[in-house]
């Protein structure tokens, strides 16, 4: 493993599969609710310094409890 300064910026941008609560009304999505407790598995690298993948995903999977994300109205 490279070590790097750190100084050095270390942007990591993945994604993995979580599950969601969608409430639909008349056909129309009113409202998103991403249960962000999920363990983060299989992630995707999408952008950034793909070697800090490891350590983002660890950070970002270290056991806090999160609240869930909502979207709508």
Same mark, same amino acid.
């Given at each position: 493993?490279t070590?790097? =300064? =750190?100084? @050095?910026?270390?942007? %990591?941008? *993945?994604?993995y599969?979580? /599950?969601?609560?969608?409430? %639909?009304?008349? !056909?129309?999505v009113?409202?998103? @609710?991403?249960?962000?407790?999920t /363990?983060v598995?299989? /992630?995707t690298f %999408?952008? #950034?310094?793909?070697? &800090?993948l490891?350590e983002?995903?660890k950070a970002? +999977? +270290? #056991?806090?409890s999160? /609240?869930s994300?909502e *979207? !709508? &109205?």
């Amino acid at each position: 493993m490279t070590k790097h =300064s =750190s100084a @050095t910026p270390r942007r %990591v941008v *993945f994604q993995y599969l979580v /599950p969601v609560h969608v409430e %639909v009304e008349d !056909g129309l999505v009113c409202a998103v @609710t991403v249960i962000d407790e999920t /363990p983060v598995e299989n /992630p995707t690298f %999408v952008e #950034g310094h793909a070697d &800090y993948l490891d350590e983002a995903v660890k950070a970002a +999977d +270290d #056991g806090q409890s999160w /609240p869930s994300w909502e *979207f !709508g &109205y």
